[in-house]
T-cell receptor, first 114, second 113 residues
Framework: EPEVTQTPSHQVTQMGQEVILRCVPI?????FYWYRQILGQKVEFLVS????????KSEIFDDQFSVERPDGSNFTLKIRSTKLEDSAMYFC????????????FGPGTRLTVL | GNSVTQMEGPVTLSEEAFLTINCTYT??????LFWYVQYPGEGLQLLLK?????DKGSNKGFEATYRKETTSFHLEKGSVQVSDSAVYFC????????????FGTGTRLKVLA
C-alpha cells in the first residue's frame, strides 16, 4: 500500500541553523501539506502546495519557512534560522485531486532545536 | 472560520470500561470528520472517518456518528483495553480553499489494568 514517507525521523540542530525536512508524497498525489505539532499540543496547519506554488499558508508560516518540490518526488520544508520554539513534530500529508479529498499523513519528523 | 472542540483530558478508565470522547465542530457546510490516534512517540493514525450526516465510522471497536443536528462526532468504545492508551484527535476537513485539516486539541486516554 502506498504511503507518505519522511526523513529524517529525528533532527537535532542548533538555534540559528537551517534545516530541511524531507517528504516523499504518494506518487499520484497532487496536493501537499505540512503540519506542526508542538509537544503535547494540537496539530496545526502550516502550508499547502499545489502546482508548484503555495496555495494557502497559516500565520505560523512566516518568512523563516519555505517549501518546494525540487523534483518529481520530494516535497521539502526549510526553516532558514531555527528558533527554540520551532521544536516540534512536523507532519507531511498529500492527497489526490478528487474523490473524498482525504489526506494521507507521513510518520513525522521530530525537530529538536537546542 | 471552521473549528473543532474536544473534551479536555486526561481521561482515565479501567480496562473494559465504556469510553466516550466528545467532539463538536463549527463549520460552514458539511465537512468530512475524522478521528486520529497517536501512540506515544509515534505519528498520526487514521482511526475512523465519516463524510456525511448520519454516517457512522467504525474501526477496531471504536465508533463515531456524524450528527449534523448537534454538530458532533463523539468517539465511543464499548470496552477499552490497556493498549488503547493514547492521544485521540478529532479533526475536520475544511470546506473550502485547500481542504486543509483542522484538529482539536487532543484527548489523552489512559486505561488501567
Amino acid at each position: 500500500e502506498p504511503e507518505v514517507t519522511q526523513t529524517p525521523s529525528h533532527q537535532v540542530t542548533q538555534m540559528g541553523q537551517e534545516v530541511i525536512l524531507r517528504c516523499v508524497p504518494i506518487s499520484n498525489h497532487l496536493y501537499f501539506y505540512w503540519y506542526r505539532q508542538i509537544l503535547g499540543q494540537k496539530v496545526e496547519f502550516l502550508v499547502s502546495f499545489y502546482n508548484n506554488e503555495i496555495s494557502e499558508k497559516s500565520e505560523i508560516f512566516d518568512d523563516q519557512f519555505s517549501v518546494e518540490r525540487p523534483d518529481g518526488s520530494n516535497f521539502t520544508l526549510k526553516i532558514r534560522s531555527t528558533k527554540l520554539e520551532d521544536s516540534a513534530m512536523y507532519f507531511c500529508a498529500s492527497r489526490t485531486s478528487g474523490g473524498a479529498y482525504e489526506q494521507f499523513f507521513g510518520p513525522g519528523t521530530r525537530l529538536t532545536v537546542l | 472560520g471552521n473549528s473543532v472542540t474536544q473534551m479536555e483530558g486526561p481521561v482515565t478508565l479501567s480496562e473494559e470500561a465504556f469510553l466516550t470522547i466528545n467532539c463538536t465542530y463549527t463549520a460552514t457546510g458539511y465537512p468530512s470528520l475524522f478521528w486520529y490516534v497517536q501512540y506515544p512517540g509515534e505519528g498520526l493514525q487514521l482511526l475512523l472517518k465519516a463524510t456525511k450526516a448520519d454516517d457512522k465510522g467504525s474501526n477496531k471497536g471504536f465508533e463515531a456518528t456524524y450528527r449534523k443536528e448537534t454538530t458532533s462526532f463523539h468517539l465511543e468504545k464499548g470496552s477499552v483495553q490497556v493498549s488503547d492508551s493514547a492521544v485521540y484527535f478529532c479533526a475536520l476537513r475544511d470546506t473550502s480553499g485547500t481542504y486543509k485539516y483542522i484538529f482539536g486539541t487532543g484527548t489523552r486516554l489512559k486505561v488501567l489494568a
